[in-house]
Every structure is written in structure tokens, then in C-alpha cells.
């Protein structure tokens, strides 16, 4: 989350006075960093990933080589995952290779990463020269590298996943928890006022009690949108369904037993519901690992996410 990342980094940033930021610039094949992953490395701290393994600890080690020697102009470093290769060789095996930008960051850049936070730029560029901040919605995440002294990056800021989740009881706690740990801003509905696990829910970056049958009013359409409906009951679960089922969004899934799932979809079709649209919704909601309790539906659940949000190809439009 490049939102989290730069929240973190900034009193890192103050502390430490300066940095190293490693940015994954592009990623082919098999490479386990992918294009736009951030990694920062103080003398005392790291955070974040470029993949992890023996590359990524060359490259920390490196880092903290550069920070005792002062400034430097940024610069990029193939790495190339298999073990065949004559240069450029990652130390890993895995196939695919990456290309990693390095740059110095001083207290110059805390106003350009306080620009980052204000969210009021769409895009960080990183370039041979410099990070700099954009404001333009149209672009998407890109990388052009023209040779080893010219490349260009283009990262959008506020394109993050938002997951909704509609329904606050247990289910819904663990899968807010776990989601919190992946690239998922979590929003919370719920029509019941004062339900403990609605309060207890600390992982959710908002959270309201709504009017079911006015679901839509909450969650707009949009690639990037995911929604997950787990609330009280059957009833529940249709009154929020049918309130949804004329948008689009990157994923949309219910909870439920198999039967529950087959007389709700039954009833969707005989008051009109075409097969084209229920077809989109991922019902039961889950990847099927034989989930019996909370936290192992949460996790069924959160992989069925990423498996969508990692896909090119989905079942709602995108």
C-alpha cells in the first residue's frame, strides 16, 4: 500500500535524516517483486519489501554501504532470478527478473512525502533524476526503462483496493484483521446500533450503520472496489444483494451454505434477476479449504480476494 508505506517512512525519515528508498521500477515473469513494490533502509531500520530472499538482503546490505558514504545520484540494479545467468544475478532461482531503483532521500523530500500523504497528487514518478509527485488521474501504474541512465516509473497514489464488508458480526472481525495486513483499505457496514463486534472492530478505516436496502448510497461502483457480504442472515443477505446487483465492481461475494446460496440465487431469477448477473457473484463466498471456524472462513475468504485482485480476468466487468 504505497499510502502506508510513505505514513511509515516519514518520521523514519525525520529520525533518521536520511534513506535509501529501493522501488521495484519493473518486474517480468516469475520475479517476487513486483513493479511498484517499496523498501526504505535507515542505518537502524528497514521497511517495507522488494521481494525478499538473498537479493533483498544484498541490496539492504548495500543501502547501508551508500548511507555511510553520503549522497548519490539514483540509480537502477537488474537482478536476473536465475542462477544460468552470466551477470546481473539475483542469487535466487525463481525465475524472472526485476530491476531496482535506488535513491538517496534527505529532508528535502519530507515536504515532497508530506505532498504524498495530503493525497492531493495522483502519482509519484520516479526518474533518473528524481521523485516528483503528479497530478494527473488518467495515467496508470507504467514503466519505461530506455537504458541504465534514463527510466521512468509512474505509480498512481490513489488507486488502492477498498474492500466493503456488510455485515460487522464474527466473520467479519476476523476478515477485517486479516485483510489489514494486505493491500485492502477495509470499510465497514452494518444496519444493527451497538453490536460488540461492530464496536470492536479497530482494523476498519470507517464504519456505519446503514440502511441495508440503501447499500448502493455506500458502495459506488469501480475496478477497484470488492464487496463482501457477510451479515446476520438469508433475508439480510438478499435485501443487500439485490441492492448491488446493477453495479459493477471488481468482486462481489456472500457467505453461505451451498443450499442457502442455490434457493437465494432462485429466488433472484424469479423476480427477474438474469443468469448473466448472478453469474458474477461469488457464492458461497470463499475459496473451498474446508473452513470450520472464524478465522479459517476469513482467510477462505481473503484468499479469494487476492486470487481476483491478482487476476486480469474477473467475473464483474474488469
Not at 521500477?25 to 513494490?37: A, D, K, L, N
Not at 505509480?155 to 477485517?176: C, D, E, T
Request: with cysteine.
Amino acid at each position: 500500500m504505497v499510502l502506508d508505506f510513505y505514513h511509515k517512512l516519514l518520521p523514519e525519515l525525520v529520525q533518521a535524516e536520511s534513506i535509501v528508498l529501493m522501488v521495484v521500477i519493473r518486474s517480468e515473469g516469475s520475479s517476487p517483486g513486483r513493479m511498484g513494490f517499496l523498501m526504505a533502509v535507515s542505518l537502524h531500520e528497514t521497511m517495507g519489501t522488494i521481494g525478499g530472499g538473498i537479493m533483498e538482503h544484498k541490496l539492504v546490505e548495500l543501502s547501508k554501504v551508500l548511507l555511510q558514504k553520503g549522497p548519490f545520484q539514483a540509480f537502477i540494479k537488474h537482478q536476473i532470478h536465475q542462477s544460468s545467468s552470466g551477470k546481473n544475478k539475483s542469487g535466487m532461482i525463481c525465475s524472472g527478473n526485476q530491476t531496482v531503483g535506488l535513491y538517496y532521500l534527505d529532508k528535502s523530500y519530507i515536504s515532497v512525502i508530506e505532498k504524498i500523504l495530503s493525497q492531493k497528487v495522483s502519482h509519484i514518478q520516479y526518474t533518473e533524476n528524481k521523485i516528483n509527485i503528479i497530478s494527473n488521474k488518467d495515467i496508470v501504474l507504467n514503466s519505461v526503462i530506455e537504458n541504465d541512465q534514463k527510466w521512468t516509473l509512474m505509480q498512481p497514489i490513489g488507486s488502492q483496493n477498498k474492500v466493503y464488508i456488510v455485515g460487522g458480526g464474527h466473520v467479519s472481525l476476523a476478515l477485517s484483521e486479516v485483510l489489514s495486513k494486505l493491500d485492502f483499505e477495509i470499510h465497514l457496514l452494518d444496519h444493527r446500533d451497538g453490536l460488540n463486534t461492530f464496536e470492536m472492530n479497530k482494523f476498519a478505516y470507517s464504519k456505519k450503520i446503514i440502511d441495508l436496502n440503501e447499500c448502493q448510497k455506500y458502495i459506488h461502483a469501480g475496478e477497484n472496489i470488492f464487496v463482501v457480504i457477510v451479515s446476520f442472515g438469508y433475508r439480510t443477505d438478499k435485501v443487500i444483494l439485490k441492492s448491488l446487483l446493477s453495479s459493477q465492481y471488481r468482486y462481489i461475494g456472500m457467505m453461505g451454505s451451498k443450499k442457502k446460496t442455490e434457493v437465494l440465487m432462485a429466488e433472484l431469477r424469479d423476480e427477474g434477476h438474469s443468469d448473466a448477473v448472478l453469474e458474477k457473484v461469488f457464492a458461497p463466498i470463499g475459496i473451498d479449504i474446508k473452513s470450520e471456524t472464524t478465522y479459517e472462513i476469513a482467510i477462505s475468504i481473503a484468499a479469494q480476494l487476492i486470487k481476483v485482485k491478482n487476476s486480469p480476468k474477473v467475473r464483474n466487468g474488469f
